[in-house]
Structures are given as C-alpha cells and as structure tokens.
C-alpha cells in the first residue's frame, strides 16, 4: 500500500500523521483508526435522530438533493470518506450521513467558541467542544497526500478531516463553529466545503473560495493568515456568506453557534426540533454575552486567550464541562500567535504543549 502512518503524542492527545496516495491513505486510515471510528460513531448524540429524519419523506428528499450536489462538486472527497469506510469496515453511506448532519436541517449538537485579534501581534483562539465520551478517541491528524499542502486537522474519527480547527502548509490557520441551519439548500455538505478550503493559500484565497462554494448547511470560520497578519470570520450558511475582516487596530472579534453579521440570514429554528434548536441558540446567546463584554487588555497574549476560553463556564465563562444540561465539553483549546507562527495545544484534562506551525504540519523525523 502506497501509504503509511506514524504516531506519537502531544498535550496529551494523539497524533496521526498519514503520508501517501490519497486513497491508499485513507484507506490505511480507517483500518489504523478502526476501533476509534466505530466508538466514535455509536456514540453520537444525533445518530438516532439522523437516522428517524432520513427515514421521513423530507428527510430522504432533502438527503438525496445534498448528497447529489456533494458527490457532482467534490469527488475526491467524497472518494476520501469512501475508502475511510472501506478501511474502517463501516458502511459508507452511515459515514456519509454522519459527515451531512449540519445540512439537512435537523438538530446538530456541536459547540465550539473562536475569538480572533489583529494589533501589533494576531491571534486565532479554538474551543473545540463536543460529547464527552468522545474524549480519548478525539485526536490531531495531519495529512500528507500526494499533490496537496499538508494539513493539520484536530480530528473525530469517521469525519472528513475538515470540521474542526484547521493549519495548512502555506500558513493559513482557521477555527469552524457549528451554525444550525433548518432550511438547508441542495448544494453540499459543509464538511466537503471546508476540506477544499485546505488547498488555499492566502486569506483572500480562503474569502474567495467561501463565498463561491456554497454549502447547504452552516459554518463560522475565523480565519488567519500568518504571512499577512490578517484575520477574519466569514459565516457560509446556505448559500450566504458574511465576511468580517478585523482591522490592524487593537481589534477583538468573536464568535459562538449563532449567525451574527448576515443581514437577512436562513431560518435557525425549525418546526420538529424547535425545542432543541432554541437551548442551542440559548447556551450560544449566553456565550456570546460573556465576550461581548470582555474587554480585552492593550495587547493580549496567549496567557490571556487561554483564561479566556478555559478559565469558567458560563455565566463567568465559555468553557464547556457537560455539567447540568449542557451536553458538550470542552475537548481541547488552541491559541495561535499568527505573529510568531506558534500553537498551544491544551486538551481536555489540561495538558498542554506549544510548538510551532510548520513542527505541526511538517514530516515526522
């Protein structure tokens, strides 16, 4: 096989990194992952869920229309989670319908929290919140294919490498908040968006290409550029897109699970899921009100963003802990200074390790 895997850990949490031909290495993925990604799997909050909607009349039609519209515009990846699946020995479409569950218009129940600065140094800070019984499969994986940049994903075994804070080899470093969208347009997944944002180069590259490849479901991105400097967050959600670019002025920026900038933005509440949707939106709201009134000392650091987001749980704080009614907690939190091209990594026990962007997405040694 054309591929290999090597493995080691850091902060604590593993790390994969798959080198080789795109379909041997996903091939050799999901057999190395295999275990993780049938845990990963059995245990999603959604799956019953999912399952139910896309036995309905609705659910097949909207299903059906995304999945059409997703195979027709990236082949490639689709083929990627295809031989995942094979690797892994799980059904292809139970991976595909997974990998789809922000786009058809039902309840997802993913989390996460990105804050953004740009001033003498930038910043991109990741919450990456989930189910905690999906702590210690939750891992980084970098991807080393043939013809591609190198990528460097935090990864949920069975997804697309794609949904989660992302660094690529030519610099670019985003975070990627779930955004609920009850009336999702047939245009594709949103996971298979985001994995073809991983080839660009620039931030105006990234801009481009998000407001050109729709998605029928919703996500936030706060994006940097540690070439440039430049930081922004861009909501897709539906075929709309809203970009916020941060001037160099000593500015914080923000976002959670809600839209927030789009003028006219797609319905997040939906008849059948109305209840869940709202304690979504409600938990997303009461996040947001907490960094709304931060006010952030003259030039922050990484000390500062990491109080931030791992220092106290709402109302004090956005931290998740899976306490009370909250479903999610906190699996890992990243700190990037876009300025001196450095990463802290701290998972979901406190463990934590700094190294540099091109150490996380270069060639083991």
Same mark, same amino acid.
């Given at each position: ?156 075994? !069975? %997804? ?5 804070? &992302?660094?690529? #080899?030519?610099?670019? *470093? ?5 955004? +609920? =969208? ?35 479901? !919703? %996500? ?5 550029? &540690?070439?440039? #400097?430049?930081?922004? *967050? ?5 075929? +709309? =897109? ?124």
């Amino acid at each position: 096989m054309n591929a290999h895997i090597d493995e080691t850990t850091i902060a604590g949490l593993r790390w994969l990194v798959v080198t080789g031909e795109r379909n041997a290495a996903f091939t050799l993925l999901g057999e190395y992952a295999r275990e993780s990604i049938t845990a990963v799997q059995s245990k999603m909050p959604e799956r019953e869920g999912l399952q139910s909607f896309t036995r309905s009349d609705r659910g097949r039609r909207i299903l059906a229309d995304v999945v059409a519209a997703t195979t027709h515009a990236y082949p490639r990846y689709t083929e990627e989670l295809r031989a995942l699946a094979t690797g892994a020995t799980v059904p292809y479409e139970d991976l595909l319908l997974a990998n789809l569950r922000g786009d058809i218009g039902i309840g997802d129940g993913t989390g996460c929290t990105d804050l953004a600065w740009r001033g003498t140094q930038s910043f991109v800070a990741h919450n990456e919140d989930g189910a905690p019984a999906l702590d210690g499969h939750f891992m980084l994986l970098t991807l080393r294919i043939e013809g591609d940049l190198p990528v460097t994903v935090q990864w949920y075994p !069975g %997804f697309l490498p794609a949904n989660t804070l &992302t660094v690529n #080899g030519a610099g670019l *470093v985003w975070g990627i908040n779930h955004i +609920q =969208v009850t009336t999702p347009i047939a245009a594709p997944g949103r996971h298979f968006v985001a994995r073809g944002l991983q080839q660009c180069t620039t931030l105006t590259d990234a801009i481009d290409y998000l407001r050109s490849n729709p998605s029928a479901g !919703g %996500f936030a991105y706060t994006l940097g550029d &540690t070439r440039s #400097g430049r930081v922004a *967050v861009v909501e897709a959600a539906a075929g +709309q =897109v809203a970009v916020r670019e941060l001037p160099p002025d000593n500015v914080f920026e923000w976002h959670t699970n809600h839209i927030r900038f789009m003028p006219n933005p797609p319905d997040q509440a939906a008849a059948g899921t109305a209840t869940a949707n709202l304690g979504q939106r409600e938990e997303s709201l009461a996040r947001g009100q907490v960094l709304d009134s931060l006010v952030p000392v003259l030039e922050p650091d990484v000390d500062w963003f990491t109080q931030v987001l791992t220092g106290s749980p709402v109302p004090t704080g956005v931290h998740r802990t899976a306490a009370g009614t909250d479903p999610l907690t906190t699996l890992c939190t990243t700190v990037t200074n876009l300025t001196d091209r450095t990463i802290l990594i701290r998972n979901h026990h406190g463990t934590t390790a700094t190294l540099t962007l091109t150490e996380l997405t270069a060639e083991p040694h």
